[in-house]
């Protein structure tokens, strides 16, 4: 019976995800053209003793993006096509430490959001699983603090987020088990129901 009930579970819940389209926003080559970036943002060669480079050697990467500007400034991705998944990314502080905001929009909407706190000496791999999303962003911390052996700039142009290897899927489909696999299912608990009711009234018989 249980093995029954196993099959009949399975059938139901066969294909319950179809899996969409996966691609990954490196910045070898430029930046993805399926989104339209804002705020204040940029793209590097990952040279010298800072997160760039942690960063690189750690996603084996060549350039790597990054965002700066004041505390509280924020730089988005908007889809420029259908919605999307946001399944994984790794990020750093490029010249100090902060806790940094990665938001995940649906529409006008913050669905997600998590406070990652990033320093430049090693990386955030962040597998996140966000669904049915239009925009993500990645939003500078207020409590940056540069660190020793940082070679540039100074104040506020230090506040980089470096970020590489952002995984995103398309068209993937949440399948709803369709009433007949509902009723399916229904009939095979009626079923088992009625074997297990025969087959208790058996022992008792035997055992008179």
Known sequence: ?????CLLLALMTANAVNAGVITTMDFETGYDPTFNISGLYGRTDAVGTNGY??????????????TYGQAG??????????????LELSMIGAWGS??????????????????????RFSVDNLLLGWSDLTAFSFVTGNDYVNQPGHTCCGGASTMQIAFDNIVIERGAIQAVPEPSALALLGLGLAGLARISHEEGSMRKEEAA
């Open 1 to 5: 019976m249980r093995n029954i009930f």
């Open 53 to 66: 480079n942690v960063l690189s050697t750690y996603t084996s990467s060549n350039y790597v993006g990054y």
């Open 73 to 86: 400034s924020e730089v988005k991705f908007t889809s420029v096509t259908e919605n999307f998944d946001l």
């Open 98 to 119: 902060q806790t940094a905001t990665l938001i995940g929009y649906q529409g006008a909407v913050a669905a997600y959001t998590q406070d990652v706190s990033i320093n």
